[in-house]
C-alpha cells in the first residue's frame, strides 16, 4: 500500500503495508455514500430533455444535494478520525513511525531483531484499533 496522500507503488516494507493497510480499514469507507452520489449525478446528467421539462414544471427532481451532503458528512467524520488517531497514537506524525521503523530494521541483524522492530507499529494500531472502537466524539470543525 502507498501513502494515502500520494498515490502509487509503495517502496515500504511488508509490515508497513500492512499496518497501515489495517489502519485504512478502521476508517468510515464512504464508499456507498460516493457510489449513490455518482449514480444520482450520473442519472442526471442522461435525463432527456423532457425529463428537464418536466423538472421545470415540479416534476421530478434533479437535486443530488442530500447524497452530496451525505458523502461530505462521512469524509469529514473520516477525516477527523484519522486526525484524531494519528495525533493521539502517533505525536510524531506517521512518517517519523515508518522511519524509526526503517531505521530499526536497516540496523537487525536477525529476523527476530526485524520483528521486534514491529513494535511500534503494532502499538500505534492498536491504539488505532482502540480509538475506532470508541463511539465518536462531537470535535470542532
Not at 40 to 45: G, H, P
Not at 82 to 96: D, F, K, L, R, Y
Request: hydrophobic share 35%; net charge negative.
Amino acid at each position: 500500500m502507498s501513502c494515502p496522500v500520494l498515490h502509487g507503488k509503495s517502496n515500504s516494507h511488508p509490515k508497513v503495508d500492512e499496518i497501515m493497510t489495517q489502519f485504512t480499514k478502521l476508517l468510515p469507507s464512504c464508499n456507498t455514500e460516493h457510489r449513490e452520489l455518482e449514480e444520482c449525478r450520473r442519472k442526471v446528467a442522461e435525463q432527456s430533455s423532457l425529463g428537464r421539462r418536466l423538472w421545470a414544471l415540479g416534476f421530478g427532481t434533479a437535486d443530488c444535494v442530500g447524497l452530496a451532503q451525505n458523502w461530505s458528512e462521512c469524509y469529514k467524520t473520516r477525516t477527523k478520525l484519522s486526525t484524531q488517531i494519528m495525533q493521539e497514537c502517533s505525536p510524531n506524525g506517521h512518517t517519523a513511525m515508518v522511519s524509526e521503523f526503517n531505521v530499526c530494521v536497516a540496523q537487525a541483524e536477525t529476523p527476530e531483531q526485524v520483528t521486534a522492530c514491529g513494535a511500534g507499529l503494532d502499538a500505534f494500531l492498536n491504539c488505532a484499533q482502540k480509538l475506532a472502537a470508541q463511539p465518536p466524539q462531537i470535535m470542532d470543525d
